[in-house]
Each structure stands twice: as C-alpha cells, then as structure tokens.
C-alpha cells in the first residue's frame, strides 16, 4: 500500500505531533485500564458465539430470542457474569453430558440447567474445554483471513486509490445483493450494507435471512455470509476483490465483529466514542465492547472504518475540525492498544464545511491534508457531503465534484461515494451511476495531480492545518486533565452530555473477579489459536 | 412582475413550456430505448420533446436526459395551498423561538409505554442520530431530552415527567396486537389528566399505526405517524407552546 510515496507538505512540527500522540496515550490509558477490568453481556454473547453456539429460540414469545441471550442471561442471573462465562457453561456442558453448546441452551430454555461457577478440578476441565472450543472458532476466522488473502493475491485489490466505497440499503438482503452487483460492475470497490434504523440499540442480533428493515438491512450471520458469496461471485466477473463492509457499533458490538470474522467480511464500522455520543450507550459498556470487537478485528485481518464525520454534521465543520483530530488521535491509540496496524485503521473525516464559507474548498483541503499527513499509513476514509445537500441535485452534484477532487487531490485511501440526491431519496439506479461517473472523471482527469500539489509553505491551507493541530493539542490536554469519561459526561465531544453511569445497555457492564476466565481475551491477547 | 392568472414554464422565452427531466427505463441502451423515452415524454405531456442524452446503465437499463415543451398551462386561480398547522423550522429558528417564548429550555421526556420494546420510534425521534437526515431532538440546543426508553409503566412516565418538570411527552407505540397501541395511550393520558388536571404537559403520540385523526380519542394534543422526522416533531412543539401561552388553561 504505498501511501508513503509523497513528501510531507504541511512541515508539521514533530514535537507537537509527538505531544499529541503523548496526550491520546494519556487520556486513553485510564479507559483502557477499566476495559480490561471489566466484561459486559455482548463480550460473554461474543465468546460463545466464538465456541460455537448459533441459531435462536423461535418459541419465545418476544420473538426469536438468540440461544446466546438465553444462555447468557441464565448464567447472569444463576451466577452472575463476573467469572465469566465460559467457566458455568463449560462445566454444565460436562455435568449434564451434552453434545453440544445448543443442546445446553435448549436444556437452559426448559428450566433444567442450574448454572454455577465451578471450582477446583471442575474449573480447569471447563476452562480446558472453553479453550479448545474458542480455538475453533479463532482457527475459522484464521482461515477466512487467509482466503482472503488468497483471493486477493490472485484477483488483485483495486487497481487505483482511493478505493470506491458505495452504499446499498434497501432492507431486503436479496435486494442489496442484486444493487450491490451491479454498483461492483459499475466500479464500485466496496460494498457497504447500511443497518435497519435502530439496530444498534437492540441488545441481541437478529437472526437468518432478513426482508423488512427500516432504512436498511438488519447485521446477521446469515445476512453477512450472503453478500459476501454473491460478492465473491462478482469478483470473479470484474477481477478485482470486492470488499463488503458492515456495523460492529451499539450493543452487540462484540457479537457482530465476531460474525464479521466468521463470514469474511473485510472493512467493520467501528468507532470507540461513537455509541456513546451519537446513540447514548453507557460509556463503560461501549469502551470494554470496543476493545474486544478491535481484537477481533485485528485477528481477522478487517479494516475498521471510524466516525468522526458525525462530528461535523452535528457541530460546525470549521469550528469542530480539531475534534475531528481528537477523536482520530484516540481512535488510532485504542486501535494499537487493541492489536490494529496501521494498514488496518481507516480513520474517518468528512467534508462538511458550509460552501457559502469563503475559501471552504482550501479549508477542505487543510484539514484532508492534516489527517493524511498524520497518519500516512493508515487507510483513511474520507465522507462526502451531507450536511448541506439541499435537494438541489445539480448543486449536490457540484459539490460531490469538488469532494472527488479534495480525495484525489490530498491522496484520501478510501472514498465513500456521494449522492447528489442525499436527503432527497434513496439514491435512484441513476444516481449511484452519476455519482460514479463523477468520481471516474475527477480520478481520471486529477488523479496524478496530487504529484503537482504543493501548498505555499505560509498560505491559508498551512497555517489552517497547524491552527487545527494547535487546538486539537490544547483540547486533549484539557482531556487529559478531565478525564475522559468526564469530558464526554460534560460534553466535550458532539455537544452530547453522557455521564459513566447512564446510557442504554449499562445494565450489561460487569466488573471482572480476580477468577474471571475468557479463553477469547486470552487468544486474542495471546494471538495463537490453541 | 405581472399578476398573470395562466402561466406555463419558462424556458427562455415567455409560454415556450419547456422543461427538462431525466429518468432510467428498463430498456438496453439503443434506439428502441430512445423511441420508448420519447414515447413516455409525449405522454407526459412534452411535445415536441428531444431527447438530448441517453446512456446505458449496465446490459438491461438506460437513462435519458429530455428537453421538450409541455403543453399544459397553470390557471394560477386552480392552485390549492394545503396551510400547514404550523411551519416548518430549522433548528436554529426552533432554538431561537423556544429561547425567545420560554426563556429556559423545554424539556421533553420520552418513553415506549406498557410492555411494547420497539425504541426504534422514539429514538430515531429523540437521538441525535436522528432520521431521515435530520438530527434528533437532543440536537436541539434549547430542548432537554429526556429518553425513558422502553417498557416504561404509565405511573413512572407520569412520576418522572413531574420531576423533570416536563413541557412535553412523548410517547411512542409499535405494538398493536389486541390494539395495545390505543389503550396504553388512553390509560397513559388519563393518567396525566388525573395527578395533574390542565397543568398537564403536551402528550404526543407516535407510531407507525397510529392515525393523526385519532388525537381526540386518546386524549392527547397530537398524533404522529409513520416517516414522521425529528423537525417535524420540534416545530409542533414550539408552535403548540406559543398556543399554550396565548391561552392559559
């Protein structure tokens, strides 16, 4: 991936870039320590799911449940989850002679499983057996990474950057796949599935094949192995690997990075402050959720897309610039602290600065530049306009040229097409054909120009970009003395107030005991399989 | 400019009629899709109608850019406006109303009532994610939210809208089995006309079933249905307070 080939043009100081990868480290470090401290219900849900537990108990009367929620709240509630679970289930597996992890959760759904933490010779026989069960489905995740590689190696990835990142969200999986197929032969490199509205405050993952979303297509196993196969069809058809891209966000944040890496998808949306501010999930929940998902996603090779273009289209993208780099500096030290690389980290930023700004496009170009420039291996994702997108489709298809050129111009890696019917519709046929048509032109025609590119060393691009690195400093130093919890608890990001002790799913936060046993957190920390 | 009773579109010239549209027909590319474009644009109404470009979109699809005079003619005397209740506002202008009427922040709680789970209502109403493009009512810098979440009992809503000294509730009902929808919101406002009699917050009702005409028999000031956005709800609420403060129960 040779982002690397450019000279540097905005001659950032190294100390002030070294201070504010000093100040992310520091602000994090308290986060990470209560992450590691504790487990939450969807971390438990994730780790049998790992050890092989699937399917859903469809005679509930809410519906179907996941035989994973029933398992796991039966441990909670016989136990409690500070152990961990895999210790009362692997032992009740033993105790009641059962074949496997579904047969235990039929047993639970009847009433005839009495869940306890074991002790002694009974507790290593169940972590033993939790190990090896784990290892399994490490060992498929191991595979699927090597398939892809595979597959890329004798396909080829995308024979330019930035890569083409394109939407799909018609809430019916058979629908996406037929509208995924045809965006790949029009050019498109990776496919997204956006979710249904409201997924990822539900406490479970759906399960099967799905039809009826709202706004888009519910995160399933089924779902995910589905696009992928039709995906892989397709990328034989154009010669080049497809990548699909999907949500590990909200609640079951853990769950789905591991269905993810169980079905080859190979980029997750997963952003470490996201669900917090934009969806009000409890902060502890979300962090502990977060580094396990980040594991996961380390071990299976998946590229994470972070948020930080919600900054922009809540708080003012002039204004919010330098919390876009806050949040990008944290983001990227969560991630190495959870295993990712660089090549792994697609960092987020958008362009949302108003166009009646004066010099807004220079603008753009300053802060594209600053976050390119300060992660140059990582794979940056840069976000076309939303925020104003007025309907006026010919406008939007103006400024979604002008967004192209930023991308080719800054040398963005991924660039997530943009619609000039955003808030209008959903795009027509039409309008993914001209959005792609408008990114095709602008590669073809500016694509090499970033070799010309060369800021003046003391114009508005420059000293924009530094002014934004200086305040992005001086907010997490402000961070650093807070606290991270309390600065999000005040406000700091999103103009959200998320206190630690609120928020949805706060209920599912469990702190560790000292005999707390996960074999997931152990291989993943161990990086092995066995 | 003229007070003209008949009007047509104007292209460059006055009556000329022309306009332009664009579409895609499951047609391949070729001058049997073009024949078909300008057949659908006679039928439109254009004529003459030119279409200026066509362009496949994959093997079965084409889409056509047309120019072409319409020959229908407006009687401007004919045009129906629906007024609407209240305006529509942007965020800022709702911030600033409330800001200029309340001079504190309205506070809203939310909550799916009874037994009913689905959130996915309220909160694309309430969360700053919002729908639909448009940010939730926590986006709303003179707004203070407050989201319950589900399964909320009527006496709880009802206790914590007191405390939170709530100028509005919000209520939002998936559930329809038995018609739960209707019930829980007539026990819900029942419940509120009784602790708190016309000192009573707003109550708005929402859900993909509900009907906007069903305000009356719930017993609340307004129904919200389905692909209802967060600035549609922001709006009534200012204009239903400016209403309150004219007149005083």
Known sequence: ?530 | MTDKRHVRPYGDTSGDGMVQTSFTLPVPHGPRAEGAALLLAQKMGMEPAMVVHSNPIGPDFTFFVVYGSVRHIIDLDEVEVVEREYPLLPPSEVNTAIKRSMRRKLVVVGACIGTDAHTVGIDAILNIKGFAGEKGLEYYRELRVVNLGAQVSVPDLVKRARTEKADAVLVSQVVTQRDAHILNTQEMSAAFREAMGARRPLLIAGGPRFDPRMAPDLGVDRVFSRGTTPGEVASYLVHAISLRKEQPA
């Open chain 1, 1 to 530: 991936m040779p982002l690397r080939n450019r000279a540097p043009l905005l001659d950032l100081d190294p100390a002030v870039v070294d201070t504010a990868r000093h100040l992310a480290a520091k602000a994090a470090a308290p986060v990470v320590e209560i992450a590691r401290s504790h487990t939450t219900v969807s971390v438990e849900r994730a780790t049998l799911r790992l050890a092989g537990i699937t399917g859903a108990d469809s005679t509930h009367r809410a519906g179907d449940v996941p035989w994973v929620n029933r398992v796991v709240d039966t441990v909670a509630e016989h136990c409690g989850l500070q152990d961990g679970v895999c210790g009362p289930v692997f032992h009740a597996l033993a105790e009641h002679n059962l074949g496997s992890l579904t047969e235990l959760a039929e047993a639970t759904a009847a009433g005839q499983v009495t869940y306890r933490v074991p002790t002694g010779r009974d507790a290593t026989r169940a972590a033993k057996a939790a190990r090896t069960a784990v290892g399994k489905g490490l060992r498929l995740v191991d595979r699927n990474r090597a398939q892809r590689d595979k597959m890329i190696a004798r396909l080829g990835d995308p024979p330019r950057r930035p890569w083409i990142y394109l939407i799909v969200a018609t809430g019916d999986i058979d629908e996406d796949v037929v509208q995924a197929a045809n965006a790949a032969r029009a050019g498109a490199d990776i496919i997204a599935v956006i979710r249904s509205t409201g997924q990822s405050l539900l406490d479970y993952v759906p399960e099967g094949a799905t039809h009826h979303g709202f706004a888009g297509t519910y995160a399933t196993q089924e779902n995910f192995r589905i696009m992928r196969a039709a995906m892989d069809e397709v990328s034989k058809e154009v010669g080049r690997y497809v990548r699909v891209t999907n949500y590990a966000s909200g609640l079951c944040m853990p769950e789905i990075a591991v269905l993810a890496g169980m079905q080859r998808l190979d980029m997750m949306l997963n952003d470490s402050m996201y669900g917090i501010l934009f969806r009000d999930i409890n902060p502890i929940r979300t962090f502990v959720d977060q580094r396990f998902s980040r594991q996961v996603h380390a071990r299976a090779g998946i590229i994470i897309n972070t948020g930080e273009d919600n900054y922009l289209t809540t708080a003012d993208a002039v204004d919010a610039a330098h919390t876009v780099t806050v949040s990008q500096l944290l983001n990227e030290h969560f991630a190495h602290e959870a295993g990712l690389p660089d090549e792994l980290l697609g960092l987020g930023h958008a362009f949302e600065i108003n166009p009646k700004v004066p010099e807004s496009f220079r603008l753009e170009l300053a802060h594209a530049l600053l976050a390119r420039e300060l992660f140059p291996d990582a794979p940056l994702k840069w976000m076309p306009p939303t925020k104003h997108m007025t309907g006026d489709v010919f406008n939007g298809y103006l400024l979604d040229g002008f967004f192209n050129l930023a991308g080719a111009l800054t040398g963005q890696s991924i660039l997530l097409v943009g619609m000039m019917t955003e808030a209008v519709v959903t795009p027509f046929l039409s309008d993914r054909d001209l959005a792609l048509a408008n990114v095709r032109y602008v590669l073809d025609a500016a694509g090499g120009l970033v070799e010309d590119f060369r800021p003046a060393p003391d114009g508005l691009i420059v000293k924009r970009a530094h002014q934004v690195l200086g305040e992005a400093v001086d907010l997490l130093a402000r961070i650093v003395d807070d606290g991270l919890l309390n600065a999000i608890a005040e406000g700091t990001f999103g103009l959200m107030k998320r206190p630690p002790d609120q928020g949805k799913g706060a209920a599912g936060v469990v702190a560790r005991s000292d005999d707390y046993v996960n074999p997931a957190v152990d291989l993943l920390d161990e990086g092995v399989a066995r």
